[in-house]
């Protein structure tokens, strides 16, 4: 079963999104996700110019081959747009296998290891009466498991809370966030690192006094952290049972996080940003995290993340997959699949894409009882629908960046 052909499609219906199509030469299509959230068009670039030419005439059946020879043969090895592009043929390559074997792709990873996947919304509020109307709305939608982020007094713009600055850019819904704005340039943000650490744990009493011990509670420092200022915030944090809290320090430096583990019981998640199983070793082999957080579409596909959730599992650490809206339906799709399948899977992001995305994408899967299920279609279950793609052209969007207050450039 030959490749007969591979097409990359960028489209942003709400926001920008790569998508990779690939049929064989009996036409069976394979779609994959290569968005990188604000970097789209090098992963365009990069499958165009240096992948779709090898894929040509391969055999759609070899996927391990195939993702051995793009990672092995391009000798630069590794990074986000490498891992995307590589991502997206390889969850192509699944999607094809499993419409050929005429079976959901969960059932080629070894079948269902529960009923659904467990999944996180987002709630945020700039005080406390907008952050419990957030959670609130998310209880009604069915969610079980709630992010929950602040606004910090002084602060006019923080990331993760919507009805900010940030959410009336984009136009969205009263408390959706979608933090990567459509502008030529990136927006700037101010921060404040000690002003976050005092206000953090009064919200977190007040959501807990609200809503009981029972609901569970993420949290997301977003990189901002120093080790010793992340173990106080975990440390802060541990009367609040958190489910985790995620990305405390810049996960470039995993020794950062020994510090952070001799000083606080709060669970762990940190990946988002990581590519590779190598990114993961000393924080899984020393135990210094709980949750693994990288996304089928970052890391190398189904057969990338399937390393790295198979590793984890030596240490009973968990899969805890990133889902923000810019992981197109595709890459949400992949990552339900493969969740259903493992045994050690902990929790799914799931943040709401536009009905527009979902009109794009018609994924199958179903949101119901807190979790998602993949749907009992042949493959990935996915509908693109390329006639409507085609009617939303890409239009620039960046992340923020973020400055402290004397104007010194600080992790977004
Ligand atoms: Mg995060």
Redesign the pocket.
């Known amino acids: 079963m030959r490749i007969d052909r591979a097409d990359v499609i960028v489209t942003s219906p709400g926001r920008n999104f790569v998508t990779l199509r690939i049929t064989t030469g009996d036409g069976v299509v394979g779609y994959g996700d290569a968005t990188l959230n604000g970097r789209e068009l090098s992963v365009a670039a990069y499958l165009r110019d240096h992948v779709v030419p090898l894929l040509i005439g391969r055999d759609a059946h070899r996927i391990e081959d195939t993702w051995q020879y793009l990672y092995r043969g391009g000798y630069w090895r590794r990074g986000p747009v490498t891992m995307a592009a590589i991502a997206a043929v390889d969850t192509a390559l699944w999607d094809i296998k499993a419409k050929v074997a005429g079976l959901p792709l969960y059932q080629l990873l070894g079948g269902a290891s529960r009923d659904r996947c467990l999944v996180y919304g987002h709630a945020s509020g700039r005080g406390i009466p907008e952050l419990t109307d957030s959670i609130r709305e998310h209880l009604d939608l069915g969610f079980r498991a709630i992010r929950v982020q602040t606004g910090v007094p002084g602060l006019d713009s923080v990331y993760g809370v919507a009805t900010s600055s940030a959410a009336a850019v984009g136009g969205s819904a009263r408390y959706d966030y979608e933090p990567a704005r459509r502008a030529a340039l990136p927006a700037e943000e101010t921060w404040d690192t000690r002003a976050y650490l005092r206000h953090v744990p009064s919200v977190f009493e007040a959501v807990r006094h609200e809503f009981g011990p029972e609901l569970i509670l993420l949290h997301?420092a977003?990189h901002r952290l120093t080790p010793i200022q992340a173990a106080r915030l975990g440390k802060s944090l541990e009367p609040y049972d958190l489910f985790w809290l995620?990305?405390v320090t810049p996960a470039e430096n995993p020794e950062g996080l020994r510090l952070v583990r001799e000083h606080t019981t709060t669970p762990l998640a940190i990946g988002?940003v990581f590519n590779t199983v190598w990114d993961y070793q000393t924080l899984i082999r020393e135990q210094l995290i709980d949750y693994v957080?990288s996304p089928v579409t970052h890391a190398g596909g189904i057969t990338g993340v399937r390393r790295i959730i198979d590793y984890a599992a030596m240490y009973q650490v968990k899969s805890g997959m990133?889902g923000p809206t810019d992981v197109s339906p595709i890459g949400l799709a992949a990552g339900v699949h493969l969740g259903l399948a493992v045994h050690n899977f902990g929790i799914q992001e799931y943040m709401l894409h536009s009905a527009e995305t979902m009109a794009v994408f018609g994924p199958t899967f179903i949101f119901d009882d807190g979790g998602l299920r993949p749907g009992e279609e042949p493959g990935l279950g996915i509908h693109f629908d390329e006639e409507l793609a085609a009617r939303y052209p890409y239009e620039p969007a960046y992340l923020p960046t973020n400055r402290l207050r004397d104007g010194t450039v600080h992790d977004w």
Do not use: A, K, Q
Request: glycine share 0%; proline share 0%; hydrophobic share 0%.
């Open positions: 997301d977003h995620e990305d988002e957080r990133h």
